[in-house]
């Protein structure tokens, strides 16, 4: 399971999980800069599957970012201060 891999030091997580993603986040250890999720209907393990893992991802403290029919994206502060950097 993906518990097993989660050390800690993952810094862009796209979960596709045939919507079990909540399942997957709340396990979650590392706290990316980015967090991608995909979503499609037919695909939902509980029917307050996105629901359920996009709350807990604002409650982590990370801002929508892009959002399009079946996908979303939250970045955290981290990734929010890269934008604002000088080139």
Do not use: H, W
């Amino acid at each position: 399971t993906f518990d097993n891999f989660d050390i800690g030091n993952i810094d862009v997580l796209y979960l596709d999980c045939e919507g079990c993603e909540f399942f997957v986040l709340e396990k979650m250890i590392s706290r990316p800069i980015m967090i991608n999720l995909r979503f499609l209907p037919q695909f939902q393990c509980a029917p307050d599957s996105f629901d359920k893992s996009v709350g807990f991802i604002k409650n982590l403290g990370y801002t929508l970012s892009y959002s399009s029919k079946y996908e979303v994206e939250f970045a955290n502060e981290r990734a929010l201060s890269y934008s604002r950097l000088p080139i």
